[in-house]
């Protein structure tokens, strides 16, 4: 398999620390708000990654963890009279409800808070300090950039010119601007721990890297997250993990794209900034999970309601295929294999892994997939048979479940369904076509059409 790092600027062969195991770490929300669409990007693309590596027998640690600690909560605790932990609380709860809509926890996934690792984060900036390469001041605890190996070297960034300005805090008692903080000294009304330095709070950069450490080691295999993570905060874990262990951090940097809407760059302050929530109230979530695996995870992504329209209507195309072919596998079908039609339907998967490994392709993937259910179509239409349309239903099943969809059941629903068709097709046998033609129209109220086949009645969702 194949990964673009952004560490290199190159594809490379993935090549694991530990054969057949991976080490994960994907930077996760900051719990103040509900996450938009743009959080959930990440979640979704790495998520699936992560999915790859099981279906091809790999065992994966998944790490997204929950800063709880941070200027945002603590002005959301202020403005709502509640306390930062209450606010976490909140907040972590309704990303499990997103999460659980857009299918990440299908595997087991690492959360950790921050404010649970406040004790390793402390022993993690004495050994920086008892290095010497970071330095108390005012309060605060500063990592010096220019004492970092190859500072820059994710982001292209020259330290010579780097200056204080919109991503980089100022401070007076800073040695250089680029200087960034590990431990904030306590301000009034605020969280705080007791600290070396003070009594004080964790800085951003530093709480990653400590949880990452912790769980997966010195040096774990990928570190992803959005694009506009690079900077400063991908680059600072780096330059303050590696002066500590001197070791590797990640071996693999990935990163994806932005997310537009209507062909501009979503933003709070143009008006154009969707929640997931807000998105399920419109979309159930499944759609957007397919969505933003629609387009290559490193290119940007334009977010429109026509996009989302689009999404959905080939989305509900492969669950019919999947429920025709179950509906079929529950009846009377010929015996039999087909030897041609299990060699096109092995080729597809075939193409799918090869798309997935080049460098997570699941906008070639997805095509793919679309290919396979036109000739699982077609070969119903020319007469299944039983054994030739189970492996397919298993290949289409497997390859679905890598990208995260196709997991919707309404049993309930299908049941009554059924049950429907059933006494249609008995008042059919009675002759009582009145009766017949009223359920049909039921059916139809409900969203069903169904269709009567040699293989018996099949019904789709309209």
């Not at 930077?27 to 959930?40: E, S």
């Not at 017949?436 to 409900?446: G, P, S, Y």
């Amino acid at each position: 398999m194949k990964l673009f790092n952004s560490l290199t600027r190159t594809k490379e062969e993935f090549v694991p620390l530990e054969e057949n195991a991976v080490r994960m770490y994907n930077c996760g929300p900051t719990v103040y708000n509900f996450i938009h669409v743009g959080n959930a990007r990440p979640l979704v693309v790495f998520d699936t990654l992560r999915r790859f590596f099981i279906y091809k027998g790999m065992d994966v640690q998944f790490v997204v963890n929950f800063t709880d600690i941070d200027d945002k909560l603590i002005n959301r605790a202020k403005e709502e009279g509640r306390t930062v932990s209450e606010i976490a609380d909140t907040y972590i709860e309704e990303f499990k409800k997103d999460a659980k809509g857009l299918n990440l926890y299908t595997y087991e996934t690492i959360n950790p808070r921050a404010t649970e690792y406040i004790e390793p984060i402390i022993h993690f900036i004495q050994g920086l300090v008892d290095k010497d390469v970071a330095y108390p001041a005012g309060g605060d605890v500063y990592f010096d950039i220019t004492k970092a190996k190859d500072y820059g070297k994710l982001s292209g960034k020259n330290i010579d010119e780097l200056q204080s300005g919109a991503r980089i805090e100022v401070s007076s008692v800073k040695k250089n601007p680029g200087d960034f903080v590990l431990w904030k000294g306590k301000k009034e009304g605020e969280p705080f721990w007791e600290s070396p330095w003070g009594e004080g709070r964790p800085g951003w950069h530093i709480e990653c890297s400590v949880m990452a450490k912790t769980i997966l080691g010195d040096t774990i295999d990928i570190h992803s997250g959005g694009e506009d993570l690079q900077f400063p905060h991908h680059e600072n874990e780096i330059a303050q993990s590696e002066t500590l262990t001197e070791k590797p951090f990640a071996n693999y940097w990935l990163h994806n794209g932005m997310i537009t809407v209507d062909g501009t760059k979503m933003s709070k302050s143009l008006g154009n900034f969707f929640t997931v929530r807000e998105v399920a109230g419109v979309f159930d979530l499944e759609v957007l999970r397919f969505f933003l695996l629609s387009a290559h995870y490193r290119s940007p992504i334009n977010y429109s309601y026509d996009a989302m329209e689009q999404t959905k209507a080939g989305l509900e195309r492969l669950y019919g295929v999947r429920d025709h072919m179950e509906q079929l596998l529950k009846g009377e079908l010929p015996k039999g294999d087909d030897d041609a039609f299990i060699a096109s339907v092995e080729a597809e998967r075939k193409a799918f892994v090869a798309a997935m490994e080049d460098d997570l392709n699941t906008a070639k993937a997805v095509g793919i997939l679309f290919t396979l259910a036109r000739e699982i179509n077609s070969y119903i239409a020319k007469g299944a048979k039983r054994e030739a349309l189970q492996k397919a239903y298993t290949v289409y099943m497997e390859l679905a479940e890598v990208l995260g969809i196709l997991y919707r059941r309404d049993d309930g629903d299908a049941s009554e369904i059924e049950a429907l068709i059933a006494e249609r097709n008995e008042a059919r046998a009675d002759k009582d076509f009145a009766r017949a033609d009223e359920i049909r129209d039921a059916l139809h109220d409900m969203g069903i059409v169904i269709e009567d086949t040699r293989e018996g009645t099949l019904w789709k969702r309209i």
